[in-house]
């Protein structure tokens, strides 16, 4: 048998010589950055051009043209400020109702995380669809939550479509999908901290409230900055509740960045504008997750340090 | 089929009798109305056939991209007869109306040849037309070779065919001479007022006839409306809310959205006095008789609350009001249709257009295929039918509105509907500048109209800001 065997030809194995095989391994995760990076570097090229789809022949690179006109551009501005005050209003509000909820379901029981759970439901709802269906809420004939409003001397109370209200109105269903995500993300931090500071604290007798504003809050902290950055890079490119329930009005109110490149790409067909602002909103975008992410590290080394 | 009915139809086809005495005498043979429909149907097919090669391009297949609506539902029930009479097999997506534009523009400008032929607005081929992706028809529609002699070019009611032709200059008369045919129509809507006869008649309200009286009557109605409002308009932030009433009634005061000087530059024309005026009166409407949260008012809402008796009247599409008028609608059956013209001086209502049309890609891999599709489904064979058996209103040939049967079922329950396509339809195209800069303008025009009736801005320095605003915009495109 042994001879019958060596008499065979060996099986030919696939060698990869140590120099390729780095190369080979990281192939993947290169092709992957290529295509991501080709629309990007498509919409770079986009956003230098004086590019509008219903004038083909006026198409020519202007390069930062499109750019030095958002300078002079009072459309462009509202964007910017709109979008800055509803990135605010509504990751502020999120981080203080989600840690609110999370630190009144931290003990764990059946209940809480039952409560949990149920408190998920908004955040399972497409956006859009959350829209519609607050739109619904707040028809001034019919909705439930105008009725409501009428009952605390809100009358013609119009929510959306009153340039006064409109902000409100989109943050608040902002808020009510994306509460539970922030809710979920320090309820974990707050099961996950080290029960020995908090022990040592009952046994002391130290007040509540020192013991959040000393212990829990900074220990917590990497978990807020870790909610923050998710939800500050998410509101400032909202589209869809804003989009859903008002398309970026009343007037200017709303024009966010994401749905003024909507409007300039897919109603205009100004794909230079459009390109351009969307990279406007992708620095914004970096230069904060740089803050967050570097913040972040920071934090976690002085608690490494600390422990 | 036996001898008795082939003769009938025979002498039908020859016009020696009317379609109601061919219907009828079927009818005395035993043929149900319904089935008498479909044999004549069948027989129209067989006429034309008989005149025109239409198996030429058997086997083939083209792909259409339609709209979610009672136009592609009409053009689908009817595609087996399609089918039967060419030999080509026809395949097709349908997408809301909400996403329907977006998938059109993602697909055309990404250059795909996936789709052949699409429903189009006649204001988007102002985009589409100087972009490449759509094909001028009229190489088709002039060439006898390709296209049916029973095709009836000039049937076509004349503001609803040249509004989808173009020159592609910028300020250039829709339907000029050199205008390309960019698209042709399936229907149309005419922009007037639907009525509820229910409350009017019970409130003593008086069909209003300017727009000082559509105030006034509107401003009754709210009075006796438990919790309803009185005049439906759309109201978001989009070019949608400019192009029905709004601009119809704009039209009959002779105002234009842009003024074309001797160089064929264009500037803003919205700004003058009677417009400021006709803005303060359709401000002041909104405000003291529109919907509550008007700003997000869209054709759904507009047209809904008029269904549901939520508001006493509309001043939108004609057609808005057919289908509310019907269906599972609270007020099915109440509502009445009268031809509108805001200007008391104006001899006749000039209503603004939205037509739906169908357009040819350029990147389709079978264009004359295409073509026997595009002349089929704007035939009058299809017009006909859809107008008869579907909800194909409003076609868009002189034939079909002159027809008995389709006229008939109109008055028989659309009050009033008739008279008043009757008497708007000369008057009847699209009011707007066709250039390349439509859905931006627009749609800045609609932001405006919103501050005004939010009093953030008065409505004569509004007028003004956005008469500046237009032509720097118009200035930096080179128009």
């Known amino acids: 048998m042994t001879t019958a065997m060596t008499g065979q030809p060996r099986p030919r194995r696939f060698r990869v010589s140590r120099r390729v095989l780095p190369y080979l391994l990281s192939l993947p995760a290169l092709l992957t950055c290529i295509g991501i990076l080709i629309p990007f570097a498509t919409a770079v090229i986009y956003s230098l051009q004086r590019y509008r789809l219903s004038q083909p022949w006026a198409r020519k690179f202007n390069w930062g043209e499109n750019y030095l006109n958002f300078l002079s551009d009072s459309a462009f501005w509202n964007t910017l400020k709109v979008s800055v005050v509803y990135a605010g209003l509504t990751v502020v509000l999120e981080l203080l109702l989600g840690l609110g909820i999370a630190l009144l379901l931290q003990k764990r029981s059946r209940l809480n995380n039952f409560v949990s759970i149920m408190l998920l439901m908004p955040l399972m709802t497409a956006p859009a669809l959350a829209s519609l269906m607050w739109k619904l809420m707040t028809n001034p004939g019919f909705g439930i ?71 829990t809050l900074p220990m917590l902290t990497p978990f807020l900055l870790t909610a923050t950055l998710f939800r500050v890079i998410e509101s400032i490119q909202q589209f869809d509740i804003i989009y859903a329930m008002t398309q970026g009005g009343p007037g200017d109110r709303l024009t966010v960045f994401q749905v003024e490149a909507y409007l300039n790409f897919f109603q205009s067909t100004n794909v230079g504008r459009s390109a351009a602002l969307l990279m406007i909103l992708w620095a914004i975008t970096y230069a904060l997750s740089n803050v967050f992410i570097k913040n972040w590290l920071r934090l976690r080394e002085k608690q490494r340090g600390e422990a | 089929m036996y001898d008795k009915e082939k003769g009938l139809i025979d002498a039908y086809m020859r016009g020696q009798m009317s379609r109601r005495s061919l219907i009828r005498g079927l009818g005395s043979l035993g043929v149900t109305a319904a089935t008498a429909e479909t044999l004549l149907n069948l027989a129209g097919t067989r006429a034309l056939a008989a005149e025109f090669d239409w198996k030429k391009h058997s086997g083939t297949t083209v792909k259409l991209l339609l709209n979610k609506h009672p136009y592609a539902d009409a053009l689908i029930a009817d595609l087996d007869n399609f089918k039967e009479l060419t030999g080509m097999d026809v395949q097709y997506d349908v997408f809301p109306e909400d ?48 296209t049916n002699p029973m095709y009836a070019f000039d049937d076509f009611l004349p503001g609803v065919i040249k509004s989808c032709a173009w020159n592609g200059q910028p300020g250039g008369a829709l339907g000029s001479d050199d205008a390309k045919q960019w698209c042709i129509p399936l229907a149309y809507e005419q922009n007037n007022l639907t009525y509820n006869k229910r409350i009017f008649e019970a409130n003593g309200l008086n069909v209003p006839t300017n727009i000082d009286e559509l105030l006034d009557t509107a401003k009754a109605a709210k009075a006796v409306m438990d919790g309803g ?42 700004n003058t006095d009677v417009s400021k005026e006709y803005h303060k009166k359709w401000v002041q409407m909104i405000q003291e008789s529109g919907a509550p949260d008007w700003s997000t008012h ?16 509309m001043f939108d599409a004609d057609i808005l009001g057919y289908f509310m008028n019907g269906g599972d609608n609270k007020e099915a059956g109440n509502l009445a249709f009268a031809a509108f013209a805001a200007n ?46 579907m909800d194909l ?26 008279e008043m396509h009757d008497a708007s339809a000369p008057g009847a195209s699209i009011k707007f500048t066709a250039q390349p800069l439509f859905f931006d303008l627009t749609t800045e025009w609609a932001a405006t109209l919103q501050k005004m009736v939010a009093k953030e801005v008065p409505v004569d320095e509004g007028l003004d800001q956005l008469a500046e605003s237009v032509n720097s915009q118009l200035q930096d495109a080179g128009l």
């Open chain 2, 298 to 313: 869209t054709w759904y809402q507009v047209g809904t609350d008029v269904g549901a008796g939520k508001s006493a009247m």
């Open chain 1, 145 to 215: 939550l105008s009725y409501f409003a009428s009952l605390i001397g809100l009358e013609n109370f119009n929510w959306a479509s009153d340039p006064q209200t409109a902000m409100l109105t989109v943050v608040i269903v902002d808020v009510w999908v994306y509460t539970p995500f922030i809710m979920i993300l320090l309820l974990a931090g707050l099961r996950s901290l080290p029960q020995q500071p908090f022990e040592a604290a009952a046994l002391d007798g130290v007040p509540r409230l020192f013991v959040f504003w000393r212990i």
């Open chain 2, 229 to 270: 409002y009185g005049v439906g308009v759309r109201g978001s932030r989009s070019w949608a809310t400019i192009h029905p009433g709004f601009l119809s009634g704009y039209a009959n005061f002779d105002q234009k959205d842009l003024n074309i000087d001797a160089d064929g530059k264009l500037t803003a024309a919205m």
């Open chain 2, 344 to 389: 008391p001086a104006a001899t006749a209502p000039t209503p603004n257009i939205w037509i739906w049309a169908m357009a040819m890609s350029s990147f389709s891999q079978n264009k004359d295929a295409t073509w026997y599709f595009l002349q089929w489904v704007t035939g009058p064979e299809h017009d006909l039918f859809g107008a008869q058996k």
């Open chain 2, 393 to 418: 209103v409003n076609p868009a040939r002189a034939s079909v509105w002159a027809d008995g049967a389709f006229r008939d079922k109109l008055s028989g329950k659309y009050s009033g509907y008739v």
């Open chain 2, 99 to 146: 996403v329907y534009f977006d998938k059109v523009t993602a697909a055309l400008s990404s250059g795909s040849s996936e789709y052949d032929a699409f429903m189009t607005g006649a204001y988007m081929t102002w985009t589409y037309g100087p972009a490449g992706w759509i094909d001028d028809l009229n190489e088709y529609i002039q060439d006898p070779a390709k």
